[in-house]
């Protein structure tokens, strides 16, 4: 069956009625759509089936149907793909399990989400947290109409993919080219739409903190409100000449210079005290990222032994939590003059990184006692109670490099990963100028409206 003769069968079966409906929300519409009665037409619900299948993606390992209309229509596609089912429960059962999601599943398990009508997407964003709660990725969501009021920017604000069969505009439009509805109605639909446009979703726009209250974080928020960046150059170069040619260009414009000082080839003491002098002269603060991530006593020793001698001159480290609460504890305990603030990494930006939802929730019940913590290293995640929100994996100029490493635009990353710091390696220190790429990353972030 063609798309409109679908539409048009939607008609015959009610499923889309004329007439003055008050809504939930209270107003009037024209228009009703109500797709529940499609159970009672086996071959249309076969129909739709067949309607939503070239859209979906290759990778999908589950199908998730909502109670309640969409829920017969997830079990349609799931029956004819053979791709297994999941219901979403309205509510946990009481006793027993306690479970939110039947069928089985395992954490990280690709979904497709089948709904009927999306009006402003709120219900399916509260569906999707629930989801993504369980160790879920939401990979794709397919609804057999759109309204138009939000759901659709609602979602992709937030990054998810949506396949729409019909929208509420096509609808009129198809029922009136075919002469399904007369002209007057016509009209009163299009008013109707009109005097009710898609709301505009106002996401706020990220600004980066004024205060923190631990001293380094405070400084390197001074440093970027002074200097109007928020960009951390990861100069991932490999010779001590190589990355100190690099911050004298660069460094007036940086609040950080983020090393990996172990894939220096030609490492003596002496590079660190002219990468100081650099740091001082051109206010930015030194990240070692060392991404400790052993037991507190062998981290304890990486800190502060051996050439590197990392606590005497990083003014912050990274650090993964995959040894547990243990690994902040020791550095918590540990006595000492200088001691580099925290930042976790909490996920990774490398396709197909373990650092799913599951490890995130298990990091945060630990990740907020630790006072040396001062941000974290992640992408979707937003970190809570002041924490500081540093995003690597930003690239004005590519999405890839064929390693797993995935960009973003310095623009998602502020404005819908809400990030306060942009890491950015490669992008700078790759071009043939980078005190004039960094002019374009600057320009793009500043356009967020960040400080
Ligand atoms: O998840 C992460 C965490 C980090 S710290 N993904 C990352 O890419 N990084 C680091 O950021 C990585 O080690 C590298 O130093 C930098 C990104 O460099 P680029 O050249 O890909 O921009």
């Not at 109670?67 to 799931?78: C, F, G, I, W």
């Not at 004024?210 to 150059?233: E, F, G, M, V």
């Not at 490890?359 to 992640?378: A, I, Q, R, S, W």
Request: charged share 25%.
């Amino acid at each position: 069956m063609n798309p409109n003769s679908f539409l048009h069968a939607l008609l015959d079966i009610n499923c889309i009625r004329f007439g003055k409906f008050t809504l939930k929300n209270g107003s009037i519409s024209p228009i009703y759509l109500d797709m529940r009665n499609l159970i009672s037409y086996p071959s249309l619900m076969e129909d739709l089936a067949a309607l939503m299948m070239p859209h979906i993606s290759e990778n999908i390992d589950r199908i998730c149907g909502v109670p309640y209309a969409a829920l017969p229509m997830a079990t349609v596609v799931s029956m004819k793909t053979q791709i297994p089912l999941l219901i979403k429960r309205k509510e946990a059962k009481s006793h027993g399990t306690k479970k939110i999601i039947e069928g089985e599943y395992k954490t990280g398990d690709r979904i497709l989400l089948v709904e009927d009508v999306i009006t402003s997407g709120a219900s399916l964003i509260e569906t999707i947290d629930e989801l993504e709660k369980e160790g879920l990725i939401i990979e794709q969501i397919i609804t057999l109409v759109d309204r138009e009021q939000g759901g659709s920017s609602l979602l992709s604000s937030k990054s998810y993919a949506l396949k729409s069969l019909f929208t509420i505009s096509d609808i009129i439009n198809t029922l009136f080219k075919e002469n399904k509805i007369n002209e007057a109605l016509f009209d009163e639909l299009v008013a109707y739409l009109k005097q009710s446009p898609t709301p505009e979703i106002k996401t706020p726009k990220r600004k980066l903190p004024a205060q923190h209250a631990h001293p380094t974080a405070q400084k390197l928020l001074d440093i970027a409100h002074s200097k109007r960046s928020n960009l951390i150059a990861s100069v991932d170069l490999t010779t001590c000449a190589e990355v100190l040619n690099f911050l004298r260009k660069t460094g007036p414009f940086i609040c950080a210079a983020k090393i990996h000082v172990d894939i220096l080839v030609d490492f003596t003491t002496d590079f660190l005290r002219e990468l100081k002098q650099i740091a001082i002269e051109n206010n930015f603060l030194l990240i070692e990222d060392r991404k400790f991530a052993d037991i507190g006593n062998t981290q304890l020793l990486q800190l502060s032994q051996g050439i590197y001698s990392i606590a005497s001159w990083a003014d912050m480290v990274t650090i993964h939590l995959i040894a547990g609460e243990a690994a902040l504890k020791a550095i918590k305990d540990w006595e000492t003059d200088r001691k580099p603030a925290l930042i976790p990494i909490i996920e990774m930006s490398s396709a197909g990184a373990l650092t799913d939802k599951n490890y995130v929730e298990n990091c945060t019940k630990f990740l907020y006692n630790y006072p040396d913590v001062v941000g974290t290293v992640c992408q979707k995640f937003e970190p809570e109670k002041g924490l500081l929100k540093f995003t690597p994996g930003v690239n004005l100029a590519t999405k890839s490099d064929n390693k797993g490493q995935q960009y973003n635009s310095p623009e998602f990353a502020i404005s819908t990963l809400h990030s306060d710091f942009l890491i950015i390696g490669r992008g700078l220190y790759e071009a043939a100028n980078p005190e004039i790429e960094i002019e374009k990353y600057l320009a793009a972030v500043r356009e967020c409206e960040i400080f």
